[in-house]
């Protein structure tokens, strides 16, 4: 079965730079997640889309943005990175009708020197 | 937004049942109960979800109390590829999104 598919798996980027992390959710699933995990720290959730438009914003900085496009990826962008943005990004994708769990990808794991 | 309390760590023994509970004493009638789990670095993983029913699938067992106010999490048998970190999370929603708030979990190590 297709899973949630995120690119890249590892980035290394310097202080200030920029960075572009994309997220290909499930087919036919409306909803995509993203969530933030510094080393050692749980999940932190950062935004959410339904349907291409926001639906909700968690602790996400100002410096971060992201959007959904018409096919459905989405791409969450970091610019002026810092130091502790170092952490495992992942993406999840979901249908909000109805009860099914979120199905989350491997991950995309950003290092900031 | 209902709140979840789990103990921070917990072991059993290859092959016997490894019961993890939950307590969610602030939770709402129409709200779920949720539990993923996440292996060392991976992403979280579905488990299982409940409302008031005990729930039952190929992977665990979810026992909810008829108050709603705890749950229990069951792996019947539990095997060394059960290690990891367990969140029992309630499902909050909100308009058309229906995020999942991560808890701190607890650290399932399966012993030999």
């Known amino acids: 079965a297709a899973g949630v598919i995120q690119s890249p798996r590892h980035l290394i980027k310097e202080k200030r730079e920029t960075a572009t992390l994309k997220c290909y959710p499930i087919?036919?699933?409306?909803?995509v997640y993203w969530y933030q995990q510094g080393p050692g720290q749980d999940p932190q959730f950062l935004i959410s889309f339904y349907e291409k438009m926001q639906s909700d914003k968690g602790s996400i900085p100002d410096r971060f943005s992201a959007q959904q496009f018409s096919d459905y990826h989405s791409e969450l962008n970091m610019s002026s990175l810092e130091l502790g943005d170092s952490a495992l990004y992942f993406c999840?994708?979901?249908?909000?009708?109805?009860?099914?769990?979120?199905?989350f990808g491997s991950g995309t794991r950003l290092t900031v020197v | 937004d209902a709140k979840t309390t789990q103990p921070t760590s917990m072991d059993c023994a290859e092959g016997r049942a490894a019961n993890l509970p939950c307590n969610h004493s602030t939770i709402s009638g129409n709200e779920y109960v949720y539990w993923y789990r996440q292996i060392h670095s991976q992403g979280p993983q579905y488990i299982i979800h409940?409302?008031?029913n005990n729930e039952t699938n190929e992977m665990a067992s979810l026992i909810i109390t008829e108050d709603r106010k705890s749950s229990t999490l069951i792996l019947p048998h539990a095997t060394l590829r059960d290690t990891a970190v367990y969140y029992c999370i309630v499902r909050v929603s909100r308009d058309s999104s229906y995020k999942l708030i991560f808890g701190s979990g607890t650290r399932l190590l399966v012993r030999p």
């Open positions: 409940g409302l008031k």
């Open positions: 999840a994708s979901s249908l909000v009708k109805g009860h099914y769990g979120y199905t």
């Open positions: 087919p036919r699933h409306d909803t």
